[in-house]
C-alpha cells in the first residue's frame, strides 16, 4: 500500500531553514512526480515545488518551484531512502501553513496542479514566527 509520510516542520523565526522530508512507502518514487504543496486556513492549497519523475530523461529543469518559494529552497531525491526532501532557506511568516507531499503517477515533467497527484501525506506544520 503507498504512503507518503511527511517530516521535518516545526516552529521557526523569520530568517530560519527547515529541512521536510516526505518518506514514501510502497512504491518506488522514482517512477513519481513528487510534489510539495501548502495549505494555510482559509486559503487555497498552493503548490510550492515539485520534482519530475527520475524515470525519464528530459530536456528541461525536472524541479519547479512556486514564486513563494524560488530562490529560497531545493527539492531533490534520496533514493537511497525512498525520501524526496524540501530544504527551506529564509523562511517567512507568510511560508506558515501544512505542508503536504503527494504523488503523481503521470510520467511527465512535474506541474503544481494539486489535481494531478494521487496520493497525499498527511502532512506537517510548519510555523514561522518570532
Known amino acids: 500500500q503507498l504512503q507518503l509520510v511527511e517530516s521535518g516542520g516545526g516552529l521557526v523565526q523569520p530568517g530560519g531553514s527547515l529541512r521536510l522530508s516526505c518518506a514514501v512507502f510502497?512504491?518506488?518514487?522514482?517512477?513519481?512526480?513528487i510534489g510539495w504543496f501548502r495549505q494555510v486556513p482559509g486559503k487555497e492549497r498552493e503548490g510550492v515545488s515539485c520534482?519530475?519523475?527520475?524515470?525519464?530523461?528530459?530536456?528541461?529543469?525536472?524541479?519547479y518551484y512556486a514564486d513563494s518559494l524560488k530562490g529560497r529552497s531545493t527539492i531533490s531525491r534520496d533514493n537511497a531512502k525512498n525520501t524526496v526532501t524540501l530544504q527551506m532557506n529564509n523562511l517567512k511568516p507568510e511560508d506558515t501553513g501544512v505542508y503536504y507531499c503527494?504523488?503523481?503517477?503521470?510520467?511527465?515533467?512535474?506541474?503544481?496542479?494539486?489535481?494531478?497527484?494521487?496520493?497525499w501525506g498527511q502532512g506537517t506544520q510548519v510555523t514561522v514566527s518570532s
Open positions: 503527494a504523488a503523481d503517477p503521470r510520467g511527465t515533467l512535474c506541474m503544481l496542479e494539486g489535481i494531478l497527484y494521487e496520493y
Open positions: 510502497g512504491i518506488n518514487p522514482d517512477y513519481y512526480n
Open positions: 520534482i519530475s519523475s527520475s524515470d525519464h530523461s528530459f530536456d528541461d529543469e525536472n524541479t
